[in-house]
């Protein structure tokens, strides 16, 4: 059974950092796509940082040069560092893995819980 489980969240001050961490259990990580998507209260999940299986990464515009995805394939681990964040930022965070079988037209998503993150003064 697939487990996506978060880590990491909290209170920060405007301006501080915060490093999420998520642990993948139970499927092949290294062929899934790896996401980071937050969702504020009222709003729609958006997505924030992508690490390919390919190891092409993407940026949600608000959060570019700010945040930075990594992923360690040995440990099945994939990781947000948060810099310089902003109120707008705060939001429930969720990992997600990825994976799309294009021939058969079938996709795999597993979803974590989410991690909380406040940025306030």
């Known amino acids: 059974q697939a487990q996506v489980v978060e880590s990491g969240g909290g209170l920060v001050e405007p301006g501080g950092s915060l490093r999420l961490s998520c642990s993948v259990s139970?499927?092949?990580?290294?062929?899934?796509?790896m996401n980071w998507y937050r969702q504020a209260p009222g709003e729609q999940r958006e997505l924030v940082a992508t690490f390919t299986r390919g190891g092409i990464t993407n940026y949600a515009d608000s959060v570019k040069g700010r945040f930075t995805i990594s992923r360690d394939n040995d440990k099945s681990m994939v990781y947000l560092q948060m810099n310089s964040l902003k109120p707008e930022d705060t939001a429930l965070y969720y990992c997600?893995?990825?994976?799309?079988?294009?021939?058969?037209?079938?996709?795999?998503?597993?979803w974590g819980q989410g991690t909380q993150v406040t940025v306030s003064s």
């Open positions: 997600n893995a990825h994976y799309t079988i294009l021939l058969e037209k079938r996709e795999f998503d597993y």
């Open positions: 139970g499927l092949y990580f290294n062929i899934y796509d």
